[in-house]
């Protein structure tokens, strides 16, 4: 890892040791996450759904994803630090045992076929984008593969959808606006260092890669 990965690293996890993302006394349960998802599955239960406002992109497959990182990033929409009016509504009306829960139910349930797969594409400009993940240092923190990140708190990335990844990225960059945004000063000042033709060419490279997400349809489970 690179001196400049390793610091933006420690600083993101600093910032995790003032507002812990887990209450030490909760017990998750995954049977209640599950139930409380029956107010997500309207766009994360459905393959490919594209989200209409405020940006189209396809909304990201949950399942599989880490369960600290879930918590954290529920915790960031509640508190206003991500701006996105239906997620706020959605993660406002959860406490902290609610997010724990949902949490779990997403991190452990797969489908027992599940292979790791990218986007099935390789990216138009692979040897640009790996200079652009060698710049920004995005290894440092996700894990070499975009699929482990070195701390629990960390998205995996690796086959996540292009679209979303890439809006995820100018919402660290965007400021003033009450619609769309993410108020995490380590991710703004690596969002930042690129145009917005870049962060298209980084996201396709990060999603065509093997992954562990996936999205479940509700009928899946019936």
Request: hydrophobic letters at 40%; aromatic letters at 8%.
């Amino acid at each position: 890892m690179n001196k400049k990965a390793l610091f933006r690293c420690a600083l993101f996890l600093a910032a995790l040791l003032v507002q812990p993302v887990f209450a030490q006394d909760i017990k998750a349960n995954a049977a209640h996450g599950e139930k409380l998802s029956d107010q997500c599955v309207g766009c994360h239960g459905i393959k490919g759904y594209h989200a209409s406002f405020p940006e189209i992109y396809r909304v990201p497959m949950l399942f599989g994803q880490g369960e600290k990182y879930l918590v954290s990033a529920l915790s960031a929409y509640k508190r206003g630090e991500r701006k996105h009016p239906t997620m706020r509504g959605v993660a406002g009306s959860l406490n902290d045992q609610d997010m724990a829960d949902l949490a779990l139910y997403y991190s452990t349930t797969r489908t027992p076929s599940h292979v790791a797969q990218g986007s099935g594409s390789a990216p138009e400009h692979a040897d640009a984008a790996l200079e652009l993940v060698k710049k920004a240092g995005c290894q440092g923190c996700h894990g070499e593969n975009f699929n482990k990140p070195i701390d629990p708190a960390y998205p995996k990335l690796a086959g996540q959808y292009a679209d979303y990844l890439a809006a995820a990225l100018r919402a660290y960059k965007t400021e003033g606006n009450g619609m769309v945004g993410r108020g995490n000063a380590v991710m703004g000042g690596i969002a930042k260092q690129f145009s917005n033709a870049e962060i298209k060419v980084l996201s396709e490279y990060v999603a065509s890669l093997p992954g562990e997400l996936e999205t479940i349809p509700q009928k899946a489970f019936k």
